[in-house]
């Protein structure tokens, strides 16, 4: 799950790091609309950005299931005591 976490925190570092550079290539050919490699940049920062952003909601998707199939396994095992009781035979027999 640590790895998890971490991934899914990487991913949304990733896309924020792309938008900020989106943003940079946007203003410098906000500059000069008419340079070519400005434009070129411009436009690989945007799909890059995209791309990121998807990666991160995909991830974001991902470990909020995992959150609910770990919730949703917590219901069926029995209380900690309930286990501790079983385990030590405390069910009233005395065995």
Known sequence: MRKRLTSTHSRALDAQNSASDNVRAAEKLND?????????????????????????RKEGRRLDDLNKNIA????ILPAPHVRIAFHSGSFGNNC
Do not use: E
């Not at 949703?72 to 219901?75: D, L, S, T």
């Open 72 to 75: 949703n396994k917590m219901h």
């Open 32 to 56: 000069d609309p008419d340079n070519k490699k400005f434009a070129s940049d411009a436009n690989s920062k945007a799909g890059d950005a995209k791309s990121d952003a998807g990666k991160a």
